[in-house]
């Protein structure tokens, strides 16, 4: 999940993806033809599945946006409510590649236009209600346990190595 303002969204243009090269995706969220929001997965089996929003995303304004899969649906929200939903089962791929946030396939035009924020992965699929809990707070690791987020990138934390980044095409 995570905050998008974009000032264009071209086809492929990537929000996040965990992938090893074209074809070989653990998951990709970007945009597709028209401004829609496009979460696309691949299973243990190497079966890839596209899920798409049905309405576009607004351009230059502030959106929440989300993709789940529970091995049973892939769903995309867009400020915390469904946009798109598609049911497919299977247990998701999982290497160790590394994670990009808005940028694509090395060579390809995929770099997002716009800012991102709140960047985060989670370890289960999240529900709605969950979904609209981080629309209206920032979540912080709890301070012992295990936390069901992998990962989080927020826009201006020093923490990350990265400050107020705009990203764009070069």
């Known amino acids: 999940e995570a905050w998008v303002l974009a000032e264009q969204a071209p086809r492929n243009s990537t929000i996040i993806r965990k992938n090893t090269g074209v074809g070989s995706e653990n998951f990709i969220m970007r945009f597709q033809e028209g401004g829609r929001v496009c979460f696309i997965i691949q299973t243990q089996a190497n079966l890839a599945y596209t899920c ?3 309405d576009p995303l607004e351009l230059k304004r502030w959106h929440h946006v989300a993709g789940t899969y529970d091995e049973t649906i892939m769903r995309v929200f867009i400020d915390g409510h469904p946009a ?3 049911p497919v089962t299977g247990r998701l791929k999982n ?3 590394k994670m990009v946030i808005g940028d694509g396939d090395r060579g390809a035009r995929e770099s997002f236009f716009g800012e991102l924020d709140e960047v985060r992965i989670w370890r289960v699929a999240r529900r709605q209600e ?3 809990v981080c629309i209206t707070s920032s979540l912080t690791l709890p301070a012992t346990g295990r936390s069901s987020r992998v990962a989080r990138w927020k826009r201006g934390d020093p923490s990350n190595g990265i400050t107020n ?3 764009s095409s070069g």
């Open 52 to 54: 798409v929003s049905v």
């Open 84 to 86: 798109g939903a598609l």
């Open 95 to 97: 290497d160790h590649v």
């Open 130 to 132: 969950e979904i609209m």
């Open 165 to 167: 980044a705009r990203i």
